[in-house]
């Protein structure tokens, strides 16, 4: 191993050692440790850059297109120049720049989890494909779908299997439900299967 001191000086290894490029090189104000195949740059810190960004890239990769760096009291993960996620004292922040990108979530036995489809501004549970601005499925089949102000400022809820492109039975279970309009109680089923419509401040049972 030769050290060259000078300005513009490496770390040069002998012919044996194949494994090593330059530990260290130096590009204006950049700094990189570089590596031989299959790999290039593995990390070089952009001293020049106003965030001070490290960037992380191989043979295959856009040149420093992918960073971690700091913004203040940010710190911000790039990928493919697009910042996927900023850890902030507030929490962490995905997308904070509202670009055409997806966040994806797995579970041991469901790759869509969690799935938000940052292009058409929805999120589906289970399913990579919601329909709706929140979709609840079973692997993109049966599923209940919920999209706020359909029509004016009424809101719908389809109980819809997109595979089979048909509208299927929807269960519910509780001791009584009871049914509101305009914040008052309308209709209401009982726990023993008696219907009753509130009038005038008696029930009419049925």
Wanted: net charge negative.
């Amino acid at each position: 191993l030769t050290l060259d001191m000078s300005a513009a000086g490496a770390a040069t290894f002998n012919s044996s050692v194949t494994s090593l490029k330059n530990i260290v090189t130096q590009t204006g104000g950049d700094f990189a440790a570089t590596f031989t195949t299959p790999f290039d740059y593995v990390a070089k810190f952009e001293s020049t850059d106003s965030a001070g960004f490290i960037v992380l890239q191989d043979n295959n990769s856009t040149d420093n297109a992918n960073r971690i760096g700091v913004v203040g009291n940010s710190l911000q993960i790039e990928a493919g120049n697009v910042e996927n996620v900023a850890f902030t004292s507030a929490g962490p922040v995905f997308n904070e720049a509202g670009a055409d990108i997806d966040f994806r979530v797995e579970s041991s036995g469901n790759a869509n989890m969690l799935f938000v489809d940052g292009g058409n501004n929805r999120v589906g549970v289970g399913t990579a494909s919601p329909s709706a601005p929140l979709s609840v499925s079973n692997s993109g089949a049966g599923g209940v779908e919920i999209t706020p102000s359909y029509s004016g400022t009424r809101n719908l809820i389809l109980n819809y299997n997109r595979s089979a492109s048909a509208y299927t039975g929807l269960d519910l279970d509780a001791t009584d439900y009871i049914f509101y309009g305009n914040g008052a109680e309308r209709f209401k089923i009982a726990s023993d299967g008696s219907l009753s419509t509130p009038t005038a401040g008696t029930s009419n049972v049925r």
